[in-house]
């Protein structure tokens, strides 16, 4: 995706700017990553991808706490084994954390999709 957005002439030339700029909120990745990710989930997954992008890491216990649900453990297995942007940070399977990039992208969405009093919990 880095490479497709770097073939537009950037302002001024600076292709180091533009790779340090580069995030999931930049628009080639924003919008690979709503149309061809985001989307294709059910509603009950991206209300878990939403959720749970406020957390820089994560187990079941953790997004069950953050989802009010109990399908953490399930939810988090399933996400992992089909690539979805979910990365084990242990060799016991336990701790996660979303590809940065798709973290920039939920945690952009979230306010757009969840309420501000909602997010804080109250």
């Known amino acids: 995706m880095a490479a497709i957005a770097m073939q537009t002439p950037q302002p001024g030339g600076d292709r180091a700017a533009f790779i340090q700029a ?3 909120s930049h628009l080639y990745v924003a919008e690979y990553l709503v149309e061809e990710i ?3 989930q ?4 991206q209300t ?3 959720h749970t992008s406020i957390l820089e890491r994560m187990n079941a216990r953790l997004c069950d706490a953050v989802t009010g649900r109990q399908d953490g453990r399930a939810t988090l297995t399933a996400l992992y084994r089909a690539n979805l942007f ?4 242990d060799n016991a399977g336990q701790w996660f954390r979303y ?6 992208l939920l945690q952009a969405r979230l306010p757009q999709t969840v309420s501000a009093d909602a997010i804080a919990g109250k």
Do not use: E, K, N, S
């Open 22 to 24: 580069f995030t999931g």
């Open 38 to 40: 985001l989307q294709q």
């Open 42 to 45: 059910t509603q009950d997954v």
């Open 48 to 50: 878990f991808l939403l």
């Open 86 to 89: 979910v990365i084990p940070l």
């Open 99 to 104: 590809h940065h990039l798709f973290a920039d």
